[in-house]
């Protein structure tokens, strides 16, 4: 069965600071890669997805990720982030063949204004 | 806009009732989806349905139900609620199983005691 893994459980940073939360999966073959957020009190929504191509993506609100097969990472990266992009990260995966996705535990980030 | 609504946002039951949790989507997606969401292991797949009467077992399906009569609308069951099953219940609904993006309902929050 695939995994994945967010080793980043909480993570507070200040408004402009850089951000990279990390996501590793455990499937071998040919995934598809989402990152889904969760801002407080709303849905989980879409940030970001990879299917295949260029394996930089980007996605809403200047977020962007990308893929390296060779280390089965997703990584999602923000130059400056702000306030208003505290939220919960969840990073997921399908291995393209099946039906379901595999959610990561999440990453609680807070940035202080 | 797609829109995935759930019938209730908290929920209070005793242990050993019956509860029933309502999902309804509005753009005639094939599949829909029930996860629980909690604090440090993300969300995980109780039961999806890819057509009207079809269904599939997630990843954690013990204690639970599901019935998919109309296509629009997909029910969560607990048989006999258990205090374990105190979580958040989220629902989604996709076009495709897996490799399509997933939109989902604001959540019922429920409270076994």
């Known amino acids: 069965a695939q995994s994945v893994s967010q080793h980043n459980h909480h993570v507070i940073l200040s408004e402009a600071a850089s951000l990279e939360l990390g996501c590793n999966y455990s499937?071998?073959?040919?995934?598809?890669l989402f990152w889904y957020v969760q801002y407080p009190g709303q849905h989980l929504q879409l940030l970001l997805k990879?299917?295949?191509?260029?394996?930089l993506v980007k996605g809403i609100k200047g977020f962007e990720a990308e893929f390296i097969k060779s280390k089965f990472s997703f990584n999602l990266r923000k130059p400056s982030v702000q306030w208003s992009d505290t939220a919960e990260y969840f990073c997921?995966?399908?291995?393209?063949?099946?039906?379901?996705?595999?959610f990561g535990g999440g990453t609680r980030l807070m940035v202080k204004p | 806009d797609v829109k995935v609504t759930q019938s209730s946002r908290y929920l209070v039951k005793r242990t050993g009732e019956k509860v029933f949790l309502e999902c309804v989507q509005d753009?005639?997606?094939?599949?829909m989806f029930w996860y629980r969401q909690d604090p440090g292991l993300g969300l995980r797949l109780i039961y999806f349905?890819?057509?009207?009467?079809?269904?599939e077992k997630g990843d954690i399906p013990e204690g639970y139900s599901v019935s998919r009569e109309k296509k629009e609308r997909f029910s969560l069951i607990l048989e006999s609620a258990s205090t374990n099953q105190t979580s958040m219940y989220l629902c989604?609904?996709?076009?495709?199983?897996?490799?399509?993006?997933?939109?989902f309902g604001p959540g019922t929050r429920l409270l076994v005691l």
């Open positions: 499937y071998g073959g040919t995934v598809n």
């Open positions: 997921a995966v399908n291995n393209n063949a099946g039906n379901m996705l595999t």
């Open positions: 989604a609904s996709s076009l495709t199983p897996g490799g399509e993006t997933q939109y």
């Open positions: 990879y299917f295949s191509g260029d394996p």
């Open positions: 349905s890819y057509d009207v009467k079809m269904k």
């Open positions: 753009m005639d997606h094939e599949n």
